[in-house]
């Protein structure tokens, strides 16, 4: 089993709002990922957690703050976002840090 | 600094031919391969991936790729298209630092299938 879900599937937010963006597993990984997709563009990396750990921040506004409760859980907080934060957010998890990277469906996020 | 270029943005093939996506990287040593696909306001889904040993890999949907070292590619391929193939391909080259490998994307090449 390699999936990666994500909630919600999409989501609608004003700029004063403060949302969440969640993401889970059960494959026992213990790295994953935030990225950011723009319409018709590659995902870029925002964030990397290693064993509960915040590894990487790829130089990301503090309106999108990470956490991970757990080995199997990664949240994406949201707080006074632009409308040009509207994007597909997808997160991965990969067994370490150097293996192959999975997926999730991804939220559609529409910052109004 | 590690890249990857997809020269083909967008390819059109008919349903039963063959196909071949492109796929060139600059890294400074044998990299960590991928192919991912992703169907429209989907997540990616990893078709192939090539770490080390025989340089032909398999993948799922009936795809291969094949890597090669002197040409630094590593280019997708097909028989047989079918429609529900359709979607964004993805190279990516997993560039290791700090302990993870980093998937840095091509810009993506968009396939459509005609019928």
């Known amino acids: 089993d390699t999936e990666v879900t994500q909630t919600p599937k999409h989501l609608v937010m004003g700029m004063t709002n403060k949302k969440s963006l969640k993401c889970e597993q059960h494959?026992?990984?213990?790295?994953m990922y935030w990225y950011k997709q723009k319409a018709k563009k590659p995902p870029e990396l925002m964030f990397v957690?290693?064993?509960?750990?915040?590894?990487i921040n790829e130089s990301v506004p503090s309106r999108f703050s990470p956490e991970c409760p757990n080995s199997s859980l990664l949240n994406l907080h949201l707080h006074a976002l632009q409308p040009e934060d509207s994007a597909l957010y997808l997160c991965?998890?990969?067994?370490?840090?150097?293996?192959?990277?999975?997926f999730g469906p991804g939220t559609r996020l529409l910052v109004l | 600094a590690q890249s990857v270029t997809q020269p083909d943005i967008h390819i059109t093939v008919s349903e039963g031919a063959s196909l071949e996506l492109r796929c060139n990287y600059s890294y400074g040593a044998t990299p960590y391969l991928f192919w991912y696909v992703q169907s429209p306001g989907q997540g990616l889904q990893l078709l192939l991936k090539?770490?080390?040993?025989?340089?032909l890999v398999q993948g799922i949907k009936g795809f291969e790729a094949e890597f090669k070292r002197s040409q630094s590619s590593f280019n997708l391929r097909k028989p047989s298209v079918h429609w529900s193939d359709a979607a964004e391909y993805f190279c990516a080259v997993g560039a290791p630092g700090n302990g993870y490998n980093k998937l840095i994307f091509g810009a993506g090449t968009r396939l459509a299938v005609h019928p």
């Open positions: 957690y290693s064993y509960e750990k915040l590894s």
């Open positions: 494959m026992g990984h213990r790295a």
């Open positions: 991965a998890s990969s067994p370490t840090g150097r293996e192959t990277q999975y």
């Open positions: 090539y770490f080390s040993g025989d340089t």
